[in-house]
């Protein structure tokens, strides 16, 4: 069945790419120029459609011509705006290859960084990369792929910031942790002032958080969110989504205090109360913030409420 839709798929692509091109006269007829001039008309006019095709019959019928890098271009960017990002990607990727010195260079890698924005929000990419078929695919690996391409094109430029903060969240929406914390980390070294740089502390302790919700609780991942607030408040000092940051170290800590507070009440219910002691007063030193730490406070109270209440009934007995 597979081979069947594999044959179906194939031939529907084939006839989207060759209706174009039925008129072969009137192609053969227009020169190179004529063709780079109906390109610029229509993309003057917005007509995406007729970009796309003058672009496709000008790189059909002079491969050779010096206009066919700027078609890349053109169709790229027709492409993008008819939303088959996936194809108008592709174009672009040819414009830059084909052009040793782009006119757009900087144009097209901005398409590129639109193009990844739409695919880190959703947009699909069409099966088999052919645009008379139907987007099916997810397409979180095309823009991590892209905003790699921006991050090595251009190492400096505002855009490779913006890259490795995304870069960074989907990391991490795919649970590759590690990976996500280094390229927070690339953002902050390289753009210690950048906008995005809080932005990456804040990816970074997220990054800790769910690995402490999701995996074994890690005391030295605990830590090292402790000094990444740390950085944060040195970084950035009046920064106010450090409030946002000390938050998620709360709930890390909480993660942490439920278990030696579920240890200290087991002790406190089967009346070993010593132990009890012992695991709310670990509690209490070593998570002052976390939201348990109030609870073992009150249990703490109570034993010594019990322990008094125990001690004044022993004296009244001794007294008699």
């Keep these: 069945m597979s081979i069947t839709f594999f044959s179906v798929a194939c031939l529907v692509a084939t006839g989207v790419e060759a209706k174009a091109f039925r008129n072969k006269k009137t192609v053969q007829a227009k020169t190179a120029h004529d063709f780079y001039d109906d390109i610029l008309n229509a993309y003057q006019n917005k007509n995406w459609e007729k970009v796309v095709l003058r672009a496709k019959q000008l790189l059909a019928t002079y491969a050779e011509s010096p206009f066919n890098a700027e078609a890349y271009y053109y169709k790229g960017v027709a492409y993008f705006h008819l939303q088959d990002y996936d194809i108008a990607n592709e174009a672009f990727t040819k414009y830059l290859r084909n052009e040793t010195t782009p006119k757009f260079f900087e144009d097209a890698i901005e398409y590129k960084f639109r193009i990844a924005e739409k695919f880190y929000e959703g947009a699909r990419v069409h099966l088999l990369g052919v645009r008379g078929l139907p987007k099916i695919f997810s397409s979180k690996e095309e823009a991590l792929a892209i905003y790699e391409e921006i991050i090595t094109t251009l190492p400096r430029h505002d855009l490779t910031a913006k890259s490795l903060y995304k870069k960074g969240c989907i990391l991490s929406d795919i649970s590759d942790y590690k990976a996500s914390v280094e390229a927070f980390q690339t953002l902050i070294r390289r753009f210690p002032k950048h906008y995005h740089a809080p932005e990456g502390f804040l990816g970074i302790q997220k990054v800790y958080l769910n690995q402490c ?105 001794g007294g008699k």
């Design 213 to 317: 919700e999701e995996e074994f609780p890690d005391p030295d991942v605990l830590q090292l969110a402790e000094i990444n607030l740390y950085k944060f408040k040195e970084s950035f000092p009046g920064e106010p989504r450090i409030e946002e940051a000390k938050e998620m170290l709360v709930k890390m800590e909480d993660r942490f205090a439920g278990d030696l507070f579920n240890m200290g009440d087991f002790y406190e219910r089967t009346k070993k109360e010593e132990a009890a002691v012992m695991y709310y007063t670990s509690l209490m030193a070593q998570y002052p913030r976390s939201t348990f730490a109030e609870k073992a406070a009150k249990c703490l109270e109570r034993i010594e409420r019990r322990k008094l209440m125990e001690a004044s009934k022993t004296s009244k007995k």
